[in-house]
């Protein structure tokens, strides 16, 4: 190596740039970087190339504080003010995380052009500003910079961020205008805009025209609609994609195995599995972690443990599922276990994880382990996510822990429905039917609107406090009032409610009522409130109803 220094010595700085240039092109660039400090040095000054490259790798390792260090360079150099120079300081500030770093160089540049406007509107994204990117965008064309195929696929996709499906269609009309409707990436950019702002009809139009689909685009398709809760459609497509030759890629089974999971094709979800063995992805950590997901999920436990079992390592998305799965099977303390030897393996809980361990203890009424779950979900800072902050409420109300489920609602600084059916479940669970009925009507003065839900938390909460008459007001407003068409779950509540109250031959008019043939659910309540109350001759009538529905209960 000492033999190479004195011809690298009288490098011009071209020769220099040439090296750098292939470091950062092909990947390398710690090499580059090296490289860099090698020529300083060797005392070749840098030149505003140089600095390019140089930019350009602080922006592949994410290296900050080197890329700072960089800039002071650039700055004691004169080249702050040229632009190649500057739209790499943008875009790698933009790449590093620092926005503000980024925002403050392009503000400083006399001149801007298109790949300047492209470093900070992607930048935007990136950091998960997609409003404020529609903006530049909008003020980038107001100083006459013409986008190209780049702008595009920064501004789709945050449109697709910010679920602006009107914007995404304004952007498409441009798209055409500027000739870039064949361009592959900027339409597969279309398509994911357009499912992602749940509009399969206009993504499905742009699929249509394409001349040529790769695995992106396909990909692309199964992922809308199985985001759009068209699981069946997405397996279709996988089908499709396959009969035109076009091999799936790991992002593609994902999205497939997420297909399964949502309509329970466990056969399916079997053979994709096989597909995945042959592909050789099996040992891919997002593939294997949608494995066990599918399994869990389509209620395949052992599947899903065969799958885990195998895996090198696991992450967090891997352990959530497997405890999200044992909850969906009914293995609440088998969740809490996996929730214990995951912590005991290094791996940190996320909100997720935290929901499905809430909804472990709620179904085993493990009222510590919540408390102590609780005390983790405050040192991870989540106690302020609305997902968690409900599954906490549901969590201490299931447990029989009223006060506590009151405390934390209280301290939520944002409440959403599920907050509220939550609590008024609660208060249901444990006959405070006032309590129920009072805290409704402040939901609806804080302008949430009930769902189905929220009136069975309210029947309920009626029924176990035997107030019949509020119970029927709530019933008589959530048909007119709300507008929302009885259930199942409604009548049963309102039979029980009648019930309970003596009103037998009210209860029993409204299991007739129902719409629907009545669950022998609705006349075993029934059935029930006539053995309380000692009336034989609706007994005899709704024994028979039961008989005839289900003989088995013959017995009964």
């Not at 809490?336 to 791996?347: A, K, N, P, S």
């Not at 506590?404 to 059916?421: E, G, I, Q």
């Amino acid at each position: 190596m000492s033999a190479m220094a004195p011809g690298i010595v009288q490098l011009h700085p071209f020769a220099w740039n040439q090296k750098l240039t292939k470091y950062v092109k092909d990947g390398q660039p710690e090499k580059a970087m090296q490289l860099f400090q090698q020529m300083q040095q060797e005392g070749t000054s840098p030149d505003k190339f140089t600095f390019v490259q140089v930019i350009k790798a602080c922006a592949g390792l994410g290296a900050l504080e080197d890329g700072r260090i960089v800039h002071k360079q650039v700055i004691q150099s004169g080249f702050e003010s040229d632009i190649f120079v500057g739209s790499s300081l943008v875009d790698m500030y933009a790449k590093c995380g620092s926005i503000e770093d980024a925002w403050r160089v392009f503000s400083r540049m006399p001149s801007r052009d298109v790949v300047t406007w492209n470093a900070i509107v992607l930048g935007h994204v990136k950091c998960c500003q997609g409003q404020k990117a529609l903006e530049l965008f909008r003020q980038m064309q107001q100083e006459h910079v013409r986008p190209n195929s780049i702008t595009f696929l920064g501004v789709l996709n945050a449109c697709a961020s910010v679920t602006a499906l009107e914007e995404g269609r304004f952007v498409h009309q441009q798209i055409i205008q500027s000739g870039l409707e064949t361009d592959v990436f900027v339409v597969n950019s279309l398509v994911d805009m357009y499912a992602k702002c749940g509009s399969m009809e206009d993504a499905w139009q742009v699929f249509n025209k394409m001349p040529f689909r790769d695995v992106v685009t396909w990909t692309t398709m199964i992922l809308g609609h199985v985001k759009c809760g068209q699981g069946q459609k997405a397996l279709e497509l996988f089908q499709e994609m396959q009969q035109e030759g076009v091999q799936p890629d790991s992002v593609t089974f994902v999205g497939v195995l997420n297909a399964c999971a949502s309509v329970i094709a466990l056969e399916e979800g079997r053979f994709v599995h096989q597909q995945i063995i042959q592909s050789g992805l099996e040992s891919d950590v997002f593939v294997e972690s949608s494995l066990v997901d599918m399994y869990a999920k389509c209620g395949s436990i052992e599947d899903a443990w065969r799958v885990f079992n195998k895996m090198p390592s696991r992450d967090v998305v891997t352990w959530t599922a497997m405890i999200l799965g044992h909850v969906k099977c009914g293995q609440g303390q088998k969740a809490l276990e996996l929730f214990q030897q995951m912590q005991q393996e290094g791996v940190w809980p996320n909100s997720v994880t935290f929901v499905g361990v809430l909804n472990a203890c709620a179904s085993v009424i493990a009222l510590e382990e919540g408390r102590f779950v609780h005390q983790q979900i405050i040192q991870s800072g989540l106690e302020t996510d609305v997902f968690v902050a409900n599954s906490l409420v549901d969590m201490y109300a299931k447990c029989g822990s009223m006060g506590d489920a009151w405390r934390v609602f209280n301290k939520m600084p944002s409440r959403d429905l599920v907050t509220w059916n939550a609590i008024l479940g609660g208060f249901a669970m444990h006959g405070h039917g006032k309590e129920a009925l009072k805290h409704f009507a402040q939901m609806c003065e804080e302008g949430v609107q009930p769902d189905d839900i929220t009136f069975i938390c309210l029947l309920s909460a009626c029924s176990h406090a035997g107030l019949v008459d509020e119970g029927m007001r709530c019933y008589a407003s959530m048909v007119t009032d709300y507008m929302i068409p009885a259930k199942l779950e409604h009548y049963t509540c309102m039979v029980d409610l009648l019930g309970r109250a003596g009103r037998l031959q009210e209860a029993e008019n409204m299991v007739m009522a129902m719409p629907c043939t009545p669950h022998v659910d609705a006349w075993m309540a029934l059935l029930g409130a006539c053995r309380i109350h000692g009336n034989m001759e609706i007994a005899e009538r709704v024994a028979e109803r039961i008989l005839e529905m289900e003989p088995e209960n013959a017995a009964g």
